[in-house]
């Protein structure tokens, strides 16, 4: 072979898609290029007009365009263009510029055609854009993972033991040690009175009403003496969390680790037709997420908590190697986090006594959010009941705030260098005192103000009196929606963060301090994603944190284009899960895992897919500043 044609070839095999195509096929290829050359500022194709090649980049630069002269795309060495127009009719349907010198490669219809029909690889490539290609990419990353499509009725091996919540512990004892279980369902007559079985003789007892577990009966009944003649319902436990059996199995591994319980009725149609336990799970997947979140409440002092510091980062490192993708990291690492603030509570309260007035203590941030990674710090605050006495009250939520702040810091949840702690007297105050706080930020919005309170509308109640917590939501949801000038601000605080893309779609890199020549993907990819998100939501009046949850939210109402919202989701996840295998083979390597990467260690897909996740985050924001811009922002409401 000819040198010219073996650089024709040793070029495209670089990129996608010919990077998948076999020796013979990128032989084929560089035989029957055609080289054109055009100059900066002229015209390669012209809408309507017939297109007879694929157009590949071979040096400079080119813009592409949708018919209403529209920006769509820049392309750099590499890219392709031309092919949905002879995918199609054979016109163009993207008009291009070359935007400085470029030498193009042309490969004829024919072959192009040969490609498609022989190569799947390739006509997968060349039939989506961007945002599908990402959506593609995302699918593929996912589709091995057992715990993201077995649904939890899998895990079903017979149908729940029940008796009415009216019948007696004795009564539920004798039923449990009889059908060989650890739990029983409480139920309640239906609302309709029917009668179920053959002869309709007794009531329909379908409505779940609570649980109780061998562990109730051990420490409700055995251990405080309680007659076991006492009805079951006032041991049961009436907090009920439960899951759907069509739910998938990681959300319901998750429901039991951000609430740390055992069991979870499942319900199809409103009725129990199974118990899963925790042995169940497991079972089916070896996470040790659930084992540490039940060693972090067996625990009894700091020091033993702070021992299993080690164990956070293997069971991180562990779901990363089983493929779980970034919403369930989050909300694992999210759960922990809870977990040893939880404990560090209860600990808490054991050293100073029980607390003088109730209060609830917030996680704000990405633990909120369910979006924590294993590098983070602490945010947190606490809400107290309006029966505070700063003077009475005081020292004893100060010291339990610094007990917790320090015990987090000893496991691995650095301080916040912004203060953001319950530690902080700002962040330590009654309800009604937090209900100006939010009042203040939506109703007399000040820029400087919200750039450093945006954390705080990320937030949810983990510990204590979680209700103070819920009015506090409702309070955000209703103002904030209807409040343009706030919606404003924030979206102009949401918009101090651009995504890594140079003018010609090429990476910005850090040009000084330790991580020069690296891309932080927190802060040039998810943190500007969840900032977007959330005023999104704010608009709408969501009541999520979760940035996942509250695109679909947004998705309910007509605020984003049709398929916007879908965009976002597979940018935040793709940007999300090359940010957490970078930390995950830094521990495995022995390093101090970090939110930036060197995009030469990344692969071409990770590189490509990348930069398509950066547009659509760069295309939101242009949005965004569009749709918030002025203070003439219409409130959204639900269709």
Known sequence: MEVELIEIRDHMRQFAPFDELPEDALND?????????????????????????????????VEIYRRTGELYNRLEEGGIFGQFGLLQDKSVRFPAKAIEDTLIYCLPEPLFRKLWSNHESFADFVEVEDRSRLRAAMTQAQGDNRMMTAKVRTLITRPPVTAPSIVSIREAAELM????????????????????????????????????????????????????DTPVHEIMSAELFVCEADDFIFEAMLTMLRHN?????????????GVIGLSDIIRHESQSSLFLVSNIHRKHDVRSLKALSADVKATFVRMV????????VGSAMAGIGRSFTQRLLELGEEQLGPPPVPYCFLALGSMARDEQLIVTDQDNAMILDDRFDPQAHDAYFLALAKFV?????????????????????RWRQPLSVWKGYFTDWIEKPRAEALLHSNIFFDLDG??????????????????ASKNARFLAHMARNALNRTPPLGFFRTFVLEEDGQHRKTINLKRRGTAPLSDLIRVHALAVGSRAANSFERLNDVAATQLLPDGVANNLKDALEFISIVRIRHQAQAIEAGKEPSNNIDPEQLSAFERRNLKDAFQILSNAQKFLRHRYGTAAVRPIHNP
Request: proline share 4%; aromatic share 6%; with cysteine.
């Open 321 to 328: 190697n089983e493929d779980a993708n970034s919403h369930m």
């Open 462 to 479: 983990i510990y204590g009196e979680t209700s103070l917590t819920t009015s506090l939501k409702e309070l955000i949801a209703s103002k």
């Open 405 to 425: 702040s320090d015990g987090l810091a000893a496991c691995g949840y650095t301080y916040c260098t912004g203060d953001i702690m319950a530690t902080n007297t």
């Open 29 to 61: 290829i560089a035989g029957h290029v055609e080289i054109a050359y055009f100059r900066a500022g002229s015209q390669i194709l012209a809408f309507g007009e017939p297109i007879q090649d694929l157009y590949y980049v071979r040096s400079g630069a």
């Open 177 to 228: 040690t009889e059908q060989g279980v650890s739990s029983l369902v409480l139920t309640d007559p239906a609302e309709d009175g029917g009668l179920r079985g053959e002869n309709r003789q007794r009531p329909d007892y379908s409505i779940v009403q609570g649980i109780i577990t061998d562990r109730d009966l051990r420490t409700r009944v055995l251990a405080t003496g309680l007659s076991p």
């Open 261 to 273: 319980v055992h069991h979870l009725p499942v319900l199809h149609k409103h009725k129990p037709v």
